[in-house]
């Protein structure tokens, strides 16, 4: 690890890009690392997030986010969300792109998080477009059997009679442009670009370590199984509770 603590002590401008990984260390599955979402038997799991399945049955959705997504607060943010936080607060590190949707970078403080894969902080209704925050999705949920009656008993429904869709992107859907754009931007000046915990599979999001790289930054990888991108990383290692506890050390003030 001493290589990248010593990149980024000389970084002016380090970015992160994240992915689920990162929230295996607070409990929550990731999709395609062991034990992940997409490799245990559930025949559902490639439907849980696609628009075509989301809307000719939104249970899918419901059903198997009501831990991930709507029991968020059972959750903090871990290790790599905190050190992440040391780095943006010692200057180091100018943005983080994530993947993931469980908001639990900005819970661990820190700021400018572009959230590529959208986030459930607002739900949309399929078919008038109303949208809703966080807090009244779980009160209709509340009022409406508690979590266990999510994608079983309940849907969340619009008063239009539509269905409430988060604002995560789903497959088949756009990402979101701002935050897309803001993604490029941030890729692109990065002289160093930490990808933290992502198998690097879903595009566009896994196309960003090629813009660093083109714009002659470097990579540092820390994820338990190899990616694409390995070959072209300055250094890879596989434990982010290692990269966590080395931050700290370095960099906490
Ligand atoms: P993946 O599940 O594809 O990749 C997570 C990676 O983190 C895996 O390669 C794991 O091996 C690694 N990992 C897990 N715990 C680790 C640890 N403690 N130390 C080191 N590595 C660890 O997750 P993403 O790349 O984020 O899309 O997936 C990308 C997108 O695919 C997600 O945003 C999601 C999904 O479909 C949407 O929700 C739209």
């Avoid at 790599?80 to 819970?107: E, F, P, S, Y």
């Avoid at 209704?125 to 807090?135: G, T």
């Avoid at 879903?202 to 990888?221: E, H, N, Q, R, Y």
Wanted: hydrophobic share 40%; glycine share 8%; with cysteine.
């Amino acid at each position: 690890m001493k290589s990248l603590i010593n990149a980024l002590a000389a970084s002016s401008h380090a970015v992160a890009l994240t992915g689920a990984g990162i929230s295996t260390l607070c409990g929550i599955p990731d999709f395609r690392g062991a034990g992940g979402l997409y490799s245990s038997s559930n025949v559902d799991a490639e439907r849980i997030f696609d628009i075509a399945w989301f809307d000719r049955d939104p249970s899918i959705y419901y059903r198997a986010a009501k831990k991930l997504v709507y029991n968020l607060h059972a959750f903090s943010p871990g290790p790599v969300h905190k050190a992440l936080k040391v780095l943006q607060d010692v200057g180091i590190l100018k943005g983080i792109i994530t993947q993931n949707i469980d908001m639990l970078h900005q819970r661990a403080g820190s700021n400018d998080v572009c959230e590529i894969h959208g986030s459930p902080i607002v739900h949309s209704c399929r078919k008038c477009a109303r949208s809703i925050d966080f807090d009244r999705i779980l009160q209709l949920i509340d009022a409406n059997g508690g979590i266990e009656a999510l994608g079983e008993k309940y849907i969340p429904h619009c008063e239009c009679g539509g269905i409430f869709k988060p604002d995560i992107t789903f497959f088949g859907e756009a990402l979101p442009e701002q935050a897309y754009r803001s993604a490029i931007v941030l890729a692109s000046r990065a002289d160093i670009l930490l990808v933290l915990g992502t198998s690097l599979r879903v595009f566009p999001a896994a196309g960003l370590p090629d813009l660093t790289l083109k714009s002659g930054g470097k990579l540092f990888i820390v994820n338990a199984q190899p990616t694409d991108f390995d070959i072209y990383s300055e250094s890879t290692y596989d434990d982010l509770s290692v990269f966590a506890s080395e931050i700290e050390a370095h960099f906490r003030c």
